[in-house]
């Protein structure tokens, strides 16, 4: 079963400097809530297409909605993924394609298309999540608000790489 989401947001930067802080995979810890740490596994080609990333993932999002005792302790496990970039278009877009380690039947295709202009870029994030209908159907009656919880979770990264992309030099984000 697939979930596609997506959404935009402008950027007040250029469409180059928005691609640079993207496609330096190492920096995603600065906007995914989720990565803890990330570690390059292969180069790939000379573009950085077909670079593997290795990431470390907090699992909190994927705590029961129910008021009994947790199905799996959670709260501070880390799971890990792969993040294979698939496509990189300087000042248009960044593309990857990322699954669970070890493979369990969950993939996801991300990317972020830019399009700039003379105020700034106009961010666009495309998600589909990828995941095997039986696991699906068990998924979805033990964790119910799930889906609610990743859109969440997407949308903050969108805005995360929003509001460092905008902050002034030298500002926390």
Not at 24 to 30: K, T, V
Not at 90 to 97: D, E, N
Not at 150 to 157: D, I, K, L, P
Request: proline share 4%.
């Amino acid at each position: 079963m697939a979930t596609e989401w997506k959404s935009t947001v402008h950027i007040d930067a250029p469409a180059a400097e928005v691609y640079d802080f993207l496609a330096d995979f190492s920096r995603i810890p600065e906007w995914d809530e989720t990565v803890t740490k990330v570690e390059a596994v292969e180069e790939g080609e000379v573009d950085g297409t077909g670079a593997k990333w290795k990431t470390f993932e907090r699992l909190g999002s994927l705590k029961s909605d129910r008021d009994r005792k947790p199905v799996f302790d959670l709260e501070n496990n880390v799971g890990i993924a792969m993040r294979e970039v698939r496509e990189l278009v300087p000042g248009q877009r960044v593309a990857w394609h990322s699954y669970m380690m070890p493979r369990i039947g969950v993939t996801s295709d991300c990317r972020f298309e830019l399009e700039g202009g003379p105020r700034g870029t106009e961010v666009t994030l495309f998600i589909q999540l990828n995941v095997l209908s039986m696991l699906d159907t068990m998924v979805k009656k033990v964790f119910r608000s799930l889906e609610d919880k990743q859109e969440g979770q997407w949308q903050r990264s969108l805005v995360a790489v929003k509001s460092h992309l905008e902050a002034p030099v030298g500002a926390a984000v």
